[in-house]
């Protein structure tokens, strides 16, 4: 795993939206369903190709699901 993420297994997050990657890209959103919803990071997927804060699964809701790092924050 990279040494630079910032979650680890346990990590209790919030969905935020992320920051544009390119000068001129406005801010995303991680999806209207689960923005500032709280989730407990259970894993992480090491196939994530662009390294945007790496892919997750988390447990949100009743449900696992992936999600990229780019749209957590640690509460």
Do not use: S
Request: charged share 25%.
């Amino acid at each position: 795993m990279n040494p630079l993420l910032k979650f680890k297994v346990g990590d209790l997050i919030k969905f935020v939206p992320a920051t544009g990657r390119w000068k001129g890209e406005e801010d995303r959103c991680p999806g209207d369903q689960i923005v500032g919803k709280p989730a407990i990071v259970t894993a992480y997927v090491p196939d994530e190709t662009h390294d945007w804060g790496g892919r997750w699964t988390v447990f949100c809701g009743g449900y696992t699901f992936d999600h990229w790092g780019d749209f957590m924050e640690v509460l």
